[in-house]
Nanobody, 127 residues
Framework: QVQLVESGGGSVQAGGSLSLSCAASGWPGARYRYCMGWFRQAVGKEREGVAVIDTDGSTVYADSLTGRFTISQDDAYSTLHLRMTNLNPEDTAMYYC???????????????????WGQGAQVTVSS
């Protein structure tokens, strides 16, 4: 059972930066291909994809976030990071770390294919 625990986030003024981290543990014994990523959900809106990273280090970003957000990982199966810059109030949301095992990051925004989710970390951006 993969466990994901987010940390970081908080409050910042528009134009500022924040970082999130996600500590991952409990990976299956065999080293399957996997995908890890970040999703977010604002109040009153559906959860949406932010960025994902594959076993080989390749990344995919939501079109609207390219250039402002950066996803990275310390090394395979370890801590996941999200660096967020030039934040605006529309970025305010609960941010969730997620993982799926035994497949890569093809069709990453189909949330029904993700096996594991963290508890979420709040990011609030004030104008």
């Amino acid at each position: 059972q993969v466990q994901l625990v987010e940390s970081g986030g908080g409050s910042v003024q528009a134009g500022g930066s924040l970082s999130l981290s996600c500590a991952a543990s409990g990976w299956p014994g065999a080293r399957y291909r996997y995908c890890m990523g970040w999703f977010r959900q604002a109040v009153g809106k559906e959860r949406e994809g932010v960025a994902v990273i594959d076993t080989d280090g390749s990344t995919v970003y939501a079109d609207s976030l390219t250039g402002r957000f950066t996803i990275s990982q310390d090394d395979a199966y370890s801590t996941l990071h999200l660096r967020m810059t030039n934040l605006n109030p529309e970025d305010t949301a609960m941010y969730y770390c997620a993982a799926r095992v035994s497949r890569g990051c093809a069709f990453p925004w189909d949330q029904s294919t993700w096996n594991y989710w963290g508890q979420g970390a709040q990011v609030t951006v004030s104008s």
